[in-house]
């Protein structure tokens, strides 16, 4: 094949092609049998029966593995035969599937013909079965062999100026054993280029809570959650992507508590559940489970829980010394006078005008979180990716601060967390800023000097990959190109360099949009077999409640060639490394338990690893917080100044959110349905309010075209349907990844640089 001839490239966006939608009111209650037989369909219809089954009965089992789709916690004492939800049976049936995107499959469609395909379409060919290369200007991927393929990697890593011209990116399903012995090879090869998932994803709460209480984790347990008086649910839609969630919430409302929702739209999931595995739920009967429900403004957050602080202060001026708690703020916090004078600069007016909801709203939820002796606050993306978002969540830690609500049981902060163990690949140091006593300890346990210089996060790897910085970009997992921001940008970016290189389960778009030369690496999955050396390993991942337990898959893996992604990795540091690394790679790859004596001497709070391991349940990782002990600069927990940054809107401008359907997680694309919301098959559309839409005059349905502006840069998103919904004024939603060509690549958070995807300023008009 001739070098010179370029190949048509394949588009980075999702094709701009509408299906044939039909719509019907949101749904009332959450779960019940429909989402079993909806779980059973997609569990017959892609595993076959048996396989699935057996697949399905051994989620979230004490034993059995962890379930890919979302963080949430497993009962720490009995548990039920059904530890799964609807997602959860679709994650586990899109991984179990029998079909298969094999070197058949590859070889016939070129990738520009595979880029005209649906993510659903791409999603659903099935496993990826063996290595494979996309060669210069070649237009069809080719089966090559395992080894070759790491003495390419190895060839090109090596060719680099500078270890830092390679990224190594890390998604949230990485085993615990993968991502320690990644993020090994990445500083033994010399770099801390290793940005991951949780850059655009939960970062903004890492920095938020590093900064106030000293771990960048959460502080309570499922059991405080279920017997807690409050839960604040606040930019959260627990009844699509945390829908076990939902079985503690009932539980808490059981036990007498109150569920307070923040967020702008009525989410079908805290209106009330039925219980699948109840009699009642089986019948239809809902618990209802929200006790307030407060439709705040995109980004209204901020302004919000200023105005919660004021009732609070209120309260405690009514009926001294009951409701802030002075002898914890004394004993334990510092910065409390100056975070009291300036919450009394800020007005009512200013709140109710920026939250977007009324004084008497936030009284009535005021009076819930006032009222409840015990209280959690429980968020997720509503929260962190705006551009104050860091600022949002430590007035959210000023909110427990002041009235002591952190600590103790049944009270706390829950930032609830996306992929299985994205939490855990952190505490791996799966990090581009790794502390000091981490990298001290890791290099003295490998006898090697690790890099001490900061390494890219996300927005910076695609910037420096578009200035022609980065030569290979190599992911465990993932799709970079569709869960980054500005998909063109970052196609651009991707497409200046050398190699490519994708360790995945399923194929995405992210395989067709690469650099000269692209690998795919296909691994096997959590509910596989994994057997290395003379038995089959299990591996460890840590949930969002910071419990480290294991997982081991049983079924028969997709295919003969497939390689663990702990084995991936220690031959790619074999071939890259050689003679410069003393690290017994080829030993860890043959037994897991070896791994786990390292992790154990490098990282605080795995004593006796391999023996606590094998407790039912797994073990608590220690935390600090929850004893009252602050590792914070101050060693005290910091209340913190948050002034109310607006977005100031022009006229006719808007804010978009860019959110989940209940039919994919992430970039995955099940299906082309959002039944909570009543859409029937389509992802191209547009929530919007009412009045907007008459303003406009747009008609339900009518297709529009969306521009966004940022530092005036525009970009548009062609061709989607308009949707009459009940979403605050002036705020709109779109469904990711198909809405992610409008996130401007530099609108990023302060301090934590997460993309800002719930608050991208647009206009919309017909379609042209
Ligand atoms: N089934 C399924 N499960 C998943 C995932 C999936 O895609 N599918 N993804 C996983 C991952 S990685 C993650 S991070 C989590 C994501 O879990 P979520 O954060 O629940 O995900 P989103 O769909 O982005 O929903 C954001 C919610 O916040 C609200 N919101 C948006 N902006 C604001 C705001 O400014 N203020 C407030 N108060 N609310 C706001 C939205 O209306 C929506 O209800 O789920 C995980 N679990
Ligand atoms: N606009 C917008 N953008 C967003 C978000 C948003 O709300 N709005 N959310 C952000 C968030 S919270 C996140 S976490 C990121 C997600 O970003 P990523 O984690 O990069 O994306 P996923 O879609 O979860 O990755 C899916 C791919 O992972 C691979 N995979 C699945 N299971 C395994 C496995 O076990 N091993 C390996 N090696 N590969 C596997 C499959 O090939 C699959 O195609 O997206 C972010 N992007
Ligand atoms: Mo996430």
Redesign the pocket.
Known sequence: MSATKSPPLPDAEPPRKLLNISRGAPSEKAVGTTAVVNSMKHIQAQAGLARGTSALLRANQKGGFDC?SCAWPDPDGERSSFEFCENGAKAIAT?TTKKRADADFLTRYSVAELGEMSDFVL?DAGRLTEPMLLDVASTHYQPISWETAFNLIAKELNACATPDDAIFYT????SNEAAFLYQLFVRQFGTNNLPD?SN??HESSGAALNQTIGIGKGTVTLEDIEHTDCVMVIGQNPGTNHPRMLTSLEQTVLNGGKIVSVNPLLETGVKAFAHPQKISGILGQATPLQSVHVPVRLNGDLPFIKGLLKCVLEAEHARPRTIVDHTFISEHTAGYETMIADLAQVSWAEITDQSGVTESQIREAAAVFIEAKECITCWA?GLT?HHNAVETIRELVNLHLLTGKIGRPRSGLCPVR??SN?QGDRTMGIWERPATTFLDKLDAEFDFTSPREFGYDTVEAIEAMHEGKGRVFFA?????L????DTHFTAAALRRCELTVQ????L?RGHLVTGKRALILP?L??TEIDRRGDRPQFVTVENSMGVVHSSQGKLTPASDALLS?VAIVCRLAQATLCDKTATPWNKFEQNYDLIRERIERVIPGFDKFNVRIHHPGGFYLPNAVKERRWNTKTGKANFTSNPLQPLVLEPGQMLLQ???SHDQ????VYGNNDRYRGITNERRVIFLNREDMAERGLKAEQPVDITSYFKGETRTAKLFLAIPYDTPKGCAAAY??E??VL?PIHATANISRT?T?KSIVITVAAHE
């Open positions: 890919p991984e999603n998604s949230g399903r990485a998932c655009m994803c993306m990716q996306g992929h994205v465990l997992g993932g799709n970079f569709s869960a980054s921001p360790v995945s389960t399923k995405n691994c999955g959590r992604e860019t959110f989940r997680f992430n970039t995955t990711y990844p809405a992610n996130v993309p995807s």
